[in-house]
């Protein structure tokens, strides 16, 4: 009998050794601890046993179902180790592995350069108004001072949307004066604004001439305002975003809806005056139209031109991101091609 309940034990061990899971181990209980397992069976027949065998076994038979009650608590506690360091290792993670970069968008350098020049009229109290880019004929040329077959319609190469009779024509519009107007006929002096927007040439495409850019009106009316605040803020304006060292050049210049007209040019940045093809080898690239507001254009939109002045400007702003960051071709601007794009 000692020697059955020797080899009982042994073979629950040698199985135990094998169990590898929590579900193994329970049908290993049930098969050498439960109720109908051989050591449970001895321990119930101990009662038939003579009364001299009994207490040996009983003591043998009890070491034993303790023994084996121990090695199955031990056998529970590894499998439970190990059940939870199995999925700790396959998940493991590399907290010293460099992170993936992930690429971030950034804003246009037209975009840039857009608000930039804005802060500079706000920071002298101009405010920023917007306007349609499809434009009647009336506001981009004939409350301009430029009628119907009047010859400075070939400065403006114009995309048509329809022809309309008149003023009623519509266009995508050639410049952001048209927003002098539109501001003008709803508001009454001190005028302050400028006005930042798209404007479309019918024009073929060089490395200064692109047929969609960008322009930053100006206006500013009031009584006294004389030529001299209109070079001063555009001074100013050009110091702010080129530097106090940048040559500035006012020249006379036409258009019709300003008296007298004025060219502002500034040194080309490429080539630092000496001449390149960006400033087409002259030094210079033009940057701004301006003028003394025409006091037809005033009186159209019914301020006195007797009591009140007024200057305007329009400046390209690609035009001022070229010479800022020494671009040579506008076309780059629309281009789309991130290997400039990512430069800013
Ligand atoms: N609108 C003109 C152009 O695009 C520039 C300009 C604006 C000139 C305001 C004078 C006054 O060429």
Redesign the pocket.
Known sequence: MLDRLKALHAQALDELSKVDSLRELELWRVCHLGKKSTLTRILRSLATLPAEERPGMGTRANEIKRALESSLTEKEESLQRASLASPLESQRLDVTLPGRPFATGRLHPTTKILDEICDVFRNMGFQTIEGPEVEWDYYNFEALNIPQHHPARDMFATLWIDTGIGGKARLLRT???PMQIRFMERERPPVRIIAPGRVYRYEATDATHESIYH?V?GLAVDKNITMADLKGVLFQFCRCLFGEDRKVRFRCDY?P??EP?VEVAIGCSVCDGVGCRLCGYSGWIEAL???MVHPDVLARVGIEPEVYTGF???VGVERMSMLRYGVDDIRLFYGNDLRFLEQF
Do not use: I
Request: aromatic share 20%; proline share 0%.
């Open positions: 410049h952001t004066s322009n009106e258009f809806f300003v007209g139209g301006a003028g305007a400007f329009g």
